[in-house]
């Protein structure tokens, strides 16, 4: 049993207020994820030539004391990238100029045990392990602005309680998805991916599904398309919430074991595991709220 949250905002006047209205959110789900919790925010997207990562240093000696200028200075030493670290917690959001790939195999080669969250040009993420509430107040995420996030509160029910098996999960640039469920044929998907050159990271089934959606997206698929293409692969009962750019979008399985519920106002778009998550939330006593059907897409757009 795991929390789902979701928030876009419809408004650009709004996203000053976006991390303040969803934290409540999270600490809702509390009861369905206790173990550790996670937010993927868009914000705005940088010019086409630079790119940035979110870097964990939790696992490393120094862990939040990670020598960070010491990373950046030897990156643009070896590399002439440019980069720039902004710090929060365990964490660095590290922007720099030209491909990502080249930064990310230097960074793993600087150190193993510093973990690589995300990629892109719009996405920020931050995951850690213990209450969502500690989480939210330790990498603040009441002053996270942007339109739109996707967010997650895990009880471990298949793999480890660490921070790189917390959700959201990514793949590629600018994509991530967060489950509340339990996949039956993971290893089967890993299998069929791991030829075409798709490197796991983890045992967390979740990442299956992560890494299937953003290939299909790769391959040329719209969302709509990988989605449908993700109801034929992918086995089990979950609810997925996504993350790209410019949308949000939500499916269950063919049998909505999992619940969720969304809440829509001329303002936002605002999804959880149970209503309670969007009880604070403004006019929502006003709000279109429904429960997804099973095996439908639901994909909204900023």
């Known amino acids: 049993m795991c929390g789902i949250v979701g928030l876009l905002l419809k408004k650009p006047a709004l996203y000053s207020q976006l991390g303040e209205l969803m934290v409540p959110m999270l600490i809702g789900m509390t009861e369905r994820g206790p173990d550790s919790a996670g937010m993927a925010v868009f914000g705005e997207s940088l010019p086409e030539g630079q790119r940035k990562i979110s870097v964990y240093s939790g696992l490393t000696e120094a862990g939040g004391a990670y020598d960070w200028v010491g990373l950046v200075d030897a990156m643009n030493a070896a590399l002439k990238v440019k980069a720039q670290a902004v710090l929060k917690g365990n964490h660095a959001v590290v922007t720099f100029e030209g491909p990502a790939e080249p930064v990310k195999a230097f960074v793993n080669g600087i150190d193993p045990k510093l973990h690589i969250m995300s990629t892109g040009r719009r996405i920020d993420l931050y995951k850690d392990i213990g209450l969502p509430a500690d989480v939210a107040d330790r990498y603040t995420f009441g002053s996270l602005t942007g339109s739109h996030l996707v967010g997650h509160t895990r009880m471990a029910t298949e793999s480890a309680v660490t921070p790189d098996r917390a959700h959201p999960f990514t793949a590629g640039e600018d994509f991530c998805l967060v489950h ?66 410019t949308e949000l979008a939500l499916i269950r399985d063919p049998f909505a074991c999992k619940p969720a519920v969304v809440a829509e106002t001329d303002d936002y778009v605002a999804i959880a595991s149970e209503f309670r998550s969007l009880a604070h939330l403004p006019e929502v006593r006003h709000a279109k709220v429904f429960e997804p059907a099973p095996e439908e897409m639901y994909v909204w757009k900023i």
């Open 180 to 245: 509340n469920g339990s996949l039956s044929n993971p290893n089967g998907v890993r299998r069929m991916l791991e030829p075409r050159g798709i490197k796991f990271e983890t045992d967390n089934d979740t990442e299956a599904a992560c890494r299937f959606l953003e290939w299909r997206l790769r391959e040329g698929d719209d969302l709509p398309g990988a989605l449908q293409k993700g109801f034929e692969a992918l086995d089990g009962f979950f609810t997925f919430l996504m993350g790209t750019p």
